[in-house]
């Protein structure tokens, strides 16, 4: 069976929970490359949820989960990337669904709202729940047609 490579990164306001989170999951054996921030410096989350959601187009990995200070920012970040679908999760439930409902390849979480028992035990739901396929894939379908239609250049003289 193939591991899943997973790619983590977050802004200043996450660096704590990322490290638990990187830990947790390389004590339990999985294969995790951290792109950073590594200090409280302060930085800017577009760049961490870019550089995450780029190794995941590229194929370089296959999940990602990417923090900022509420989630928020790194979400809105990540999903502007075609074929990105980020996820911000907030309990088990949203990061169960996200992936059963949403295939969501990156999990958005906020080192700010969130205690660190919660944000693994939404690690763990997200990473081991399979996509269910059906319905819900035909609207993945849909929202990479809207991906298509916004990212196709232009139609002139109509
Ligand atoms: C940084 O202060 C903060 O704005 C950022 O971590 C995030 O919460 C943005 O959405």
Redesign the pocket.
Known sequence: MSTTRIVIGC????VALKDEIVKELRGSGQQVEDVGTFTGDSVD?PDFAAMVAGLIRSGTADLGIVM???G???SIAANKLPGIRAALCHDVTTARLARQHNDSNILCM?G?VLGSAVALDIVRTWLSTPFEGGRHLRRIRKIEAIESQACAPEEKGR
């Open positions: 802004d200043h306001a996450a989350y900022c200070g509420t928020i920012g790194v906020g700010r």
